[in-house]
Nanobody, 125 residues
């Protein structure tokens, strides 16, 4: 059984950068579709970035051009590089995995059942 564990969250000033990592333990994730979701206080969880098993990426409009999702299957690790952070990026960030995503679909198009525990990102103005 696969488990996901995020790291790399923290506090940063607006305009700064952070990189989140998500390490999978257990079975391989190389065939899985993976992504990052976030949930701000008082708001619903939303998809931020998605990557298919073959590396096709999609982004929410709110993070496009600032965030980059990538994966290293050999290390069973998912990354989220976040640049030019804004206060509205403040949220708990969750790593997620789904067995398969069709081409040009995002992980948030599916019912996701495998989640990490979350990493807090706080951006101050």
């Amino acid at each position: 059984r696969v488990q996901l564990a995020e790291s790399g969250g923290g506090s940063v000033q607006a305009g700064g950068s952070l990189r989140l990592s998500c390490v999978a333990s257990g079975d391989t994730i190389s065939n899985s579709c993976m992504g990052w979701f976030r949930q701000a206080p008082g708001k619903e969880r939303e998809g931020a970035a998605s990557i298919t098993a073959v590396g096709k990426t999609t982004y929410a409009d709110s993070v496009k051009g600032r965030f980059t999702i990538s994966r290293d299957n050999a290390r069973k690790t998912l990354y989220l590089q976040m640049n030019t952070l804004k206060p509205e990026d403040t949220a708990m960030y969750y790593c997620a995995a789904h067995p398969y995503c069709l081409p040009y679909r995002s992980i948030w198009d599916y019912e996701v059942n495998l989640w990490g525990q979350g990493a807090q990102v706080t951006v101050s103005s």
